[in-house]
């Protein structure tokens, strides 16, 4: 290959050089015998306007004499281009590095020096009689010898046009030739690649013919982990490079087959997010903790304690793990995490690093939608499931409460057992709220952060604000009624209806609450958050709130 590379910079340099000569040599001479035609018209022209001024009465000697100071300065530009264009020629002759045709130059540069000298000789002779004529103001002889000039500048052109003829004959064998050193560059330069690349295949299917089958062997034995064979080995029969190879894909098989032993077991107990973070990517899932944003979901199956009291531990078993199958799902589907399973309680959060801290309180306020829209399913398959009509599960139904704060994440716990969880107010928050759906009569709470981070995705009213145990501070707590745009327009009458009542309770106006209230529960009579509003405030006629209540509801469980 260096012998082809220095071979091609060799011939690619000749063919260069020819092709400087021709841009730097043979295209000049042409130009300058184009620009000696253009200033002998030019000189001409410029001495018919010196005959012009002469001729008109009075003279218009101030513009003769620029005109004549134009005709002896192309005089002067064609003896100069003349002369260029022979010493090109001549140096093309000179130069014995390029093959021109020197016999064909030196006429042309001799042709070139004949017309300049029969120029000099008839035309200059003639053009100072005119010159004389017209001082003497003769303007018949002017006129005679004028045309005698234009007769002698037109041979002059027609002489110069057929050397620029000549010369673009020579100009085009240049090419010519050219061309014939790069097809003979190429040709060469191919021909000398294929003995070399036949000597290099050659070579390399000798050296690389013991190579090849183990190379196959390992390929195989890829191919077969690729396809989720991981049982698959190879077997070592040298001690070279290869060799080593073959060994360290055997560990690596091995190593592959106990982590997806691993995967496979843990993500039954482990959300599998968490178990890829805590094997692939462990700086995601740091043990000393991180501070971050999440949003926290605590779900409860009402009525848990009468269903279990009538069942087999059998029974019961099938029916936990059907519904946790059926509720885990959208909480999955939508990118949340499962913590733990309590008892019939789900404890789930979203946020970094699995979910975009923007995208994580829509998330699960959508999953919570999907999980109260699957109660019916729920309802229906449990009784299917024990083959018994008239369960308690046939009216069971969820309490879903959801947070969203600043909460420490990462692996908590002892030296012998860790958990990837989350700690912090916002999971008490959460729990809380799950816990308050029994006091309003509904199926989810959230609270005010996450509603300002999903208002654009979900349709609430507001039910209340709260203080929960453990907290100081009020806090806006809603219903998700359903996903935004969704709701029927008598849903929408309601909630107005709702927040009419609520907002005449903060303001200590309860008789328009207690009508407003009830105006709602004569549309809709299963209204929790109405039912509970309208007990506090028979209660307050017997115990009016302090007068610096500010409609906050404390909730102790």
């Known amino acids: 290959m260096v012998a082809i590379s220095i071979l091609s910079m060799v011939m690619v340099g000749r063919v260069g050089h020819l092709l400087d000569e021709l841009t730097d040599r043979y295209a000049p001479v042409n130009a300058h015998l184009t620009r000696l035609s253009v200033s002998s018209l030019e000189r001409a022209l410029a001495l018919r306007r010196m005959v012009i001024a002469k001729m008109q009465d009075p003279p218009d000697e101030i513009g003769y004499k620029l005109r004549k100071q134009i005709y002896e300065a192309k005089s002067a530009e064609v003896e100069s281009e003349a002369q260029a264009a022979r010493k090109t020629i001549d ?13 064909a130059l030196a006429r042309i540069e001799s042709r070139i020096e004949s017309l300049m000298n029969q120029t000099r000789r008839h035309l200059g002779q ?34 110069v046009d057929a050397v620029r003829g000549e ?28 003995l070399a690349a036949i000597v290099g295949f050659t070579f390399a299917n ?22 989720g064979h991981l049982d698959q080995s190879i077997d070592v029969t040298t001690g070279d490079e290869i060799g080593q190879l073959a060994a360290a894909f055997n560990r690596m098989v091995l190593q592959l087959r106990d982590n997806q032993r691993v995967r496979e077991t843990f993500g039954k107990y482990i959300d599998p997010r968490v178990v890829e973070g805590l094997i692939d990517r462990p700086n995601l899932t740091a043990a000393e903790g991180q ?36 509720m885990s799902e959208p909480i999955r589907s939508n990118r949340g995490i499962i913590d733990k399973y309590i008892g019939d309680g789900i404890m789930a959060y979203w946020g970094p690093p699995f979910v975009d801290e923007a995208d994580h309180a829509r998330f699960a306020c959508l999953a919570a939608v999907e999980m109260i829209e699957r109660i019916s399913t729920l309802r229906r398959e449990i009784p299917e499931l024990l083959g018994v009509l008239g369960t308690p599960m046939e009216t069971c139904d969820l309490r879903i409460g959801i947070a969203t704060g600043d909460a420490l994440v990462g692996s908590i716990g002892s030296d012998v057992m860790m958990s990837y969880t989350v700690m912090g107010d916002v999971v008490n928050l959460a729990s809380r709220l799950e816990g308050a759906n029994k006091a309003y009569g509904t199926r989810n709470l959230i609270s005010e952060r996450v509603f300002t981070a999903a208002e654009a995705a979900i349709e609430v009213r507001e039910i209340d604000r709260v203080v929960v145990a453990g907290q100081t501070r009020s806090e806006r707590i809603f219903e998700i009624l359903g996903r935004k745009g969704e709701l029927a327009s008598q849903q929408l009458a309601s909630r107005d209806k709702y927040l009419e009542g609520l907002a005449a309770y903060r303001e200590r106006r309860f008789d328009d609450a207690l009508r407003a209230l009830g105006a709602l529960l004569e549309v809709a009579p299963d209204d929790g958050p109405s039912t509970t509003l309208i007990s506090r405030i028979e209660g307050f006629k017997a115990n009016p709130p302090p007068q610096d209540w500010d409609g906050s509801w404390h909730i102790e469980k």
């Open 291 to 326: 501070r971050r944003v999440m949003t926290v979901m605590f779900c409860d199956l009402k009525g848990f304690t009468s269903l279990s009291e009538g069942m087999t531990p059998q029974g019961l078993v099938k029916v936990m793990n059907r519904y946790l199958s059926i």
């Open 126 to 159: 003639e053009q100072s009689q005119l010159l004389a004529d017209l001082d003497a103001r003769d303007f018949p002889a002017v006129r005679r010898s004028l045309a005698r000039t234009d007769a002698l500048r037109d041979e002059l052109n027609q002489g």
């Open 91 to 103: 140096a093309i002759v000179a130069d014995t590095s390029t093959p021109s045709d020197n016999a």
């Open 167 to 194: 010369m673009v004959k020579v100009s085009y064998a240049a090419i010519a030739k050219i061309r014939s050193e790069q097809t003979q560059a190429v040709l060469t330069s191919a021909i000398v690649t294929l």
């Open 206 to 227: 000798l050296v690389s013919g013991g190579i090849i089958r183990s190379v196959k062997r390992l390929l195989e034995g890829t191919r077969a982990v690729e396809a």
